[in-house]
């Protein structure tokens, strides 16, 4: 994947392109513009045939938005969709992965019309889930911040020549954190071990058009990075994302 990913840096968008625009950074800025102004996909996918019709007969640049997305698969972050009960009962996983619907509520692990109330269990498992969750894996992307050498270092910062001098400026500087390290003092000897700090709130994706919708959005923060670092976009992570019309 990562020899993909190389070779579509260095492959020109057309022969002769004197402005060193590649595949890649093409489909990138254009799978930018789409993801900020909400296109639809099949919208998208007209915009890549008319740009490619554009350009001369030779380019590179792919005609829908299908394959302009495996170009892009190595950069993508890998999710897992999980059912849950429409109540948020409990995650459809592990011992309850092949459950139709939660003994303790009574609600159908999927969506149910009004007239297919009275319909067996048989049938109940038909059809889209009632709920969603989707998982993004955060052990990967941990994995590829400890693989750069200036972020790794900065994962250890609070135990490498930090002054205290009584403030509280960072969650280091807090009784938790020391309280952490009294109670579990393995995981506290290990500066690279690290400590999250995990925040979820409503949001409405749809803005002013549907203000019943609340979708949660769950992050990670970071807090082994310094000052500086730790509240950075770059470093928050998404894990979970709860998907309306309710909120959990």
């Not at 890998?78 to 992965?97: T, V």
């Not at 049938?123 to 200036?150: H, M, Q, T």
């Not at 002054?163 to 690279?192: C, V």
């Amino acid at each position: 994947m990562y020899d993909t990913l190389q070779n579509d840096s260095k492959k020109p968008l057309y022969p002769g392109c004197k402005n060193l625009l590649t595949l890649l950074s093409a489909v990138l800025s254009l799978v930018n513009v789409n993801a900020r102004y909400g296109w639809s996909d099949k919208s998208f996918s007209s915009l890549l045939q008319v740009v490619h019709n554009m350009l001369q007969e030779e380019n590179t640049l792919p005609k829908t938005y299908y394959h302009a997305k495996k170009i892009l698969c190595p950069m993508g972050m890998k999710y897992q969709k999980i059912h849950a009960c429409l109540n948020d009962c409990i995650l459809y996983r592990h011992q309850f992965q092949e459950m139709s619907k939660w003994p303790r509520c009574g609600v159908s692990r999927y969506k149910v019309k009004d007239d297919e109330e009275c319909c067996s269990d048989e049938n109940s498992n038909k059809g889209p889930p009632a709920k969603v969750l989707w998982y993004l894996s955060i052990i990967p992307r941990f994995k590829c911040i400890f693989a750069n050498g200036d972020d790794a270092k900065d994962l250890t910062w609070h135990a490498n020549g930090i002054n205290y001098d009584g403030m509280l400026r960072h969650p280091t500087d807090s009784s938790q954190w020391k309280k952490i390290d009294h109670l579990y003092p393995d995981f506290g000897k290990e500066a690279r071990n690290l400590r999250l700090g995990l925040a979820t709130d409503g949001m409405n994706p749809y803005g002013s058009l549907s203000t019943q919708h609340s979708s949660w959005p769950v992050l990670l923060v970071i807090y082994n990075l310094p000052h500086r670092l730790c509240m950075k976009r770059k470093y928050m992570m998404l894990s979970m994302m709860i998907l309306g019309p309710r909120q959990p």
